[in-house]
């Protein structure tokens, strides 16, 4: 069977990996998910019990949870090298470095901002303080990320790889939080213009507006979550 990537919209951290997954270019198909909706319910909770995605049902049928753990096994089948380096060379460390940086505290920087926002019973106080804990936050990891990018044309080399379809998904939330000032990072704005014209980018966006955009005809299509739980579930 063709893998099945679960992403989540809106604006997911899994847009990057079904960006990845097209620009691979192996078969492979898309199930839709509304986080909002359809995710904090018992059936969503056996397909992944912290409820969250990106979740990847693979090729045998076995579910895999963590951004990190699928664009592994993305990475081991990208034998043609279009997202990934050659193992055991300096550039796939790299990768992997930024990789981690981006999924570890870049992202969680922005937890307490979507807590504050997602809070069933508002407190504005609480809501108040972390909202300028997780600017701070946010603020403090793009310094670092900032620091960290280099004169190439993406984030881990020349050309389009895994550390920035791990990054396109996240790095939008700072504006959705008005989190930064996006003038103080100059060359992550130009790396994320970079990414975002990239045709498998474009494809991913398109995917997460509900369009059906012309890809690589790589995607067979989309699966209903509900018979991704009916078929694949624990
Ligand atoms: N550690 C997980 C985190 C995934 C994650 O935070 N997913 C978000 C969407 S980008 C989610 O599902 N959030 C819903 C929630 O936690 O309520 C990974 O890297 O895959």
């Not at 796939?92 to 870049?106: I, Y």
């Not at 000032?181 to 507006?209: M, T």
Request: charged share 25%.
């Amino acid at each position: 069977m063709e893998p099945i990537l679960l992403y989540g919209f809106p604006a997911g951290s899994s847009m990057g990996l079904v960006a990845a997954f097209e620009r691979v270019g192996q078969p492979y198909r898309l199930c839709r998910v509304d986080m909002l909706a359809e995710m904090k319910n018992d059936a969503y909770a056996r397909i992944n019990g912290r409820q969250e995605t990106p979740v990847l049902i693979t090729d045998e049928g076995k579910v895999l949870t963590e951004t990190m753990a699928i664009a592994a096994w993305l990475e081991a089948r990208d034998s043609e090298r279009r997202v990934s380096f050659e193992q055991h060379t300096p550039e796939a460390d790299r990768m992997h470095q930024l990789m981690a940086f981006v999924n570890t505290g870049f992202t969680a920087a922005f937890s307490p901002l979507w807590v504050a926002l997602e809070m069933a019973s508002p407190d504005p106080a609480l809501q108040a303080t972390l909202r300028d804990f997780g600017r701070k936050a946010v603020t403090e990891r793009h310094d670092r990320l900032e620091a960290m990018i280099t004169d190439t044309d993406f984030l881990a080399g020349d050309r389009l790889t895994l550390a920035d379809t791990t990054l396109i998904g996240v790095a939008r939330w700072a504006e959705y939080h008005e989190a930064i000032d996006g003038a103080a990072y100059p060359k992550l704005a130009a790396l994320r213009r970079r990414i975002e014209a990239d045709p498998a980018v474009r494809y991913a966006l398109g995917v997460e507006d509900g369009e059906r955009p012309v890809g690589s005809g790589a995607c067979l299509g989309h699966v209903p979550l509900a018979e991704v739980i009916e078929r694949y579930a624990a």
